[in-house]
């Protein structure tokens, strides 16, 4: 038994351990913090440890650890916020909006964290996913559980929010979206 | 493909991505390279993502993170050598716990044709005319026999007690009392329980005191056998004994003796 778990342990050490840098990357990006990232970090490693045995040896173990770190990540949302923060696009033709909203000329590193703060949790991920870690939408995909329509939907989605929201952090002058953009306000107004 | 600038406004981040397919992505660049605010928005968009690295990146120490995760991993996998241990630990008591009373259980095979065999070496083997002599019989049973007569009784209706002694066979050492009467010899032996339990099941008998005999022929003789908790008895013999109860009150005295010295 214990050389078994030995030998186990070895194999896990050779195929996951070496994400360690990536993973711990996007899961400090994601928590917003180096500290929260590596509770989620460990806690994803010793989850996969304890699923090893499924891991079938020769596939794609980096797709495999992000699977487990998006659930323990979306796993331990939940437990924090017991309500799901919905934000509905479609309602007064926000989708729309998204689509067209310009990219500042402007942009500054703290309007830019003020901008990405604001997007609703799974749009946060896929933005960090895609458009910061350079993951494949099916990557993204495999890795979140669904299907590669959804991610780039939400993708859509994410990124227009994110260019309305740097419109509304950038100085006035360098904005070219149209005025009145602030979803923030009128989410909080629909509520 | 010729796109126009709100196509290319809605691929542009895929382009960026490189997801767009190889017309798409050819329109797209065509397009780009003609439109000013196209153009524009795509160095925006670059831009935009460099910004959003930058900002979101956090300092990591990969190397400490993995020392954390690795003695994270060590914790568990001691505690589960550990729960394994006690898993062993428990099994192996349970298995010690079985085979106790699987050997508590275990079955002595020759018991009936023991006594029976001893009945005809021993017991067949006295003269006629033998008499009981209670000095003899107190020399030649050992403790804790020595009173056994006194509790069966020297005499039985037609039966009488002939002689008394120790008689080692076959490994066994049985108190050994010799009854003779209506023209038959009887052997009533009892012994320490130490080969293990009695075969076949034993019916029970109520009279007075409960019995659980086991009866059955061996060689031609009828075994009546008792267990107690740490003796069994046997009463051995040539032909059944008339009447029935003879035989239960011989053995009932000599239950009775026993379970005495049992408690």
Same mark, same amino acid.
């Given at each position: 038994m214990f050389g078994i778990s030995h030998q186990r342990r070895e194999e896990f050490d050779r195929a996951a351990l070496v994400h360690i840098p990536e993973l711990?990357?996007? =899961?400090?990006?994601?928590?917003?913090?180096?500290?929260? @990232?590596?509770?989620?970090l460990?806690?994803t490693y010793l989850q996969a440890w304890r699923s090893f045995h499924r891991f079938e040896a020769g596939t794609n173990c980096r797709a495999w650890l992000y699977k487990i770190l998006l659930f323990?990540?979306?796993?331990?949302?939940?437990?924090? =916020?017991?309500?799901?923060?919905?934000?509905?696009?479609?309602?007064? @033709?926000?989708?729309?909006?998204?689509?067209?909203?310009?990219?500042?000329?402007?942009?500054?590193?703290?309007?830019?964290?003020?901008?990405?703060?604001?997007?609703?949790?799974?749009?946060?991920?896929?933005?960090?996913?895609?458009?910061?870690?350079?993951?494949?939408?099916r990557e993204?995909?495999a890795a979140?559980h669904?299907?590669? @329509?959804?991610?780039?939907?939400?993708?859509?989605?994410?990124?227009?929010?994110?260019?309305?929201?740097?419109?509304?952090?950038?100085?006035?002058?360098?904005? @070219? =979206?149209?005025?009145?953009?602030?979803?923030?306000?009128?989410?909080? =107004?629909?509520? | 493909?010729?796109?126009?600038?709100? #196509?290319?406004?809605?691929?542009?981040?895929?382009?960026?991505?490189?997801?767009?397919?190889?017309?798409?992505? #050819?329109?797209?660049?065509?397009?780009?390279?003609?439109?000013?605010?196209?153009?524009?928005? &795509?160095?925006?968009?670059?831009?935009?993502?460099?910004?959003?690295?930058?900002?979101?990146?956090?300092?990591?120490?990969?190397?400490?993170?993995r020392?954390?995760i690795a003695?994270?991993m060590d914790?568990e996998l001691?505690?589960w050598?550990?729960?394994?241990?006690?898993?062993?630990?428990?099994?192996?008591?349970?298995?010690?716990?079985?085979?106790?009373?699987?050997?508590?259980?275990?079955?002595?095979?020759?018991?009936?044709?023991?006594?029976?065999?001893?009945?005809?070496?021993?017991? &067949?083997?006295?003269?006629?005319?033998?008499?009981?002599?209670?000095?003899?019989?107190?020399?030649?049973?050992?403790?804790?026999?020595?009173?056994?007569?006194?509790?069966?009784? &020297?005499? #039985?209706?037609?039966?009488?007690?002939?002689?008394?002694?120790?008689?080692?066979?076959?490994?066994?050492?049985?108190? #050994?009392?010799?009854?003779?009467?209506?023209?038959?010899?009887?052997?009533?032996?009892?012994?320490?329980?130490?080969?293990?339990?009695?075969?076949?099941?034993?019916?029970?008998?109520?009279?007075?005191?409960? &019995?659980?005999?086991?009866?059955?022929?061996?060689?031609?003789?009828?075994?009546?056998?008792?267990?107690?908790?740490?003796?069994?008895?046997?009463?051995?013999?040539?032909?059944?004994?008339?009447?029935?109860?003879?035989?239960?009150?011989?053995?009932?005295?000599?239950?009775?003796?026993?379970?005495?010295?049992?408690?």
């Amino acid at each position: 038994m214990f050389g078994i778990s030995h030998q186990r342990r070895e194999e896990f050490d050779r195929a996951a351990l070496v994400h360690i840098p990536e993973l711990l990357r996007v =899961a400090s990006r994601l928590c917003g913090g180096a500290d929260a @990232g590596e509770d989620l970090l460990q806690e994803t490693y010793l989850q996969a440890w304890r699923s090893f045995h499924r891991f079938e040896a020769g596939t794609n173990c980096r797709a495999w650890l992000y699977k487990i770190l998006l659930f323990t990540y979306s796993a331990q949302n939940r437990k924090r =916020a017991r309500q799901p923060f919905l934000v509905d696009l479609d309602a007064a @033709g926000e989708t729309a909006l998204l689509v067209d909203a310009p990219t500042p000329d402007t942009l500054t590193a703290e309007a830019v964290k003020a901008a990405f703060d604001c997007l609703p949790e799974n749009f946060r991920t896929l933005v960090v996913l895609v458009d910061v870690e350079g993951l494949t939408y099916r990557e993204a995909a495999a890795a979140l559980h669904v299907p590669v @329509g959804t991610v780039m939907s939400r993708l859509n989605r994410g990124r227009g929010l994110l260019r309305l929201e740097l419109a509304r952090h950038a100085p006035a002058s360098s904005s @070219g =979206a149209p005025s009145g953009m602030d979803l923030s306000r009128q989410r909080r =107004a629909r509520s | 493909m010729n796109l126009d600038c709100q #196509h290319v406004r809605e691929v542009m981040d895929s382009y960026l991505s490189e997801e767009l397919s190889v017309e798409t992505n #050819h329109g797209f660049l065509r397009h780009v390279a003609q439109c000013r605010d196209c153009t524009a928005e &795509l160095r925006r968009r670059r831009r935009l993502r460099a910004l959003l690295s930058e900002t979101l990146d956090v300092a990591v120490d990969a190397d400490r993170v993995r020392a954390r995760i690795a003695h994270a991993m060590d914790r568990e996998l001691r505690s589960w050598v550990r729960v394994v241990r006690l898993g062993a630990v428990a099994a192996t008591l349970v298995a010690a716990v079985a085979v106790a009373y699987w050997a508590g259980r275990r079955v002595d095979a020759a018991a009936y044709d023991d006594s029976a065999e001893d009945h005809i070496a021993c017991a &067949l083997t006295y003269p006629d005319g033998t008499a009981y002599d209670k000095v003899r019989a107190a020399q030649n049973l050992e403790s804790p026999f020595e009173h056994i007569v006194d509790a069966v009784g &020297l005499s #039985h209706g037609l039966y009488h007690v002939i002689d008394a002694h120790m008689c080692p066979y076959k490994g066994r050492n049985y108190a #050994h009392v010799v009854i003779r009467g209506d023209g038959q010899t009887l052997s009533l032996f009892a012994e320490r329980a130490e080969r293990g339990a009695l075969p076949a099941t034993p019916t029970t008998v109520l009279a007075g005191d409960t &019995l659980d005999v086991h009866a059955t022929t061996r060689l031609g003789y009828r075994i009546s056998a008792v267990a107690t908790r740490d003796h069994r008895l046997f009463l051995v013999s040539e032909r059944p004994i008339d009447p029935p109860d003879l035989a239960q009150d011989i053995l009932r005295s000599a239950v009775r003796f026993i379970r005495g010295l049992e408690n």
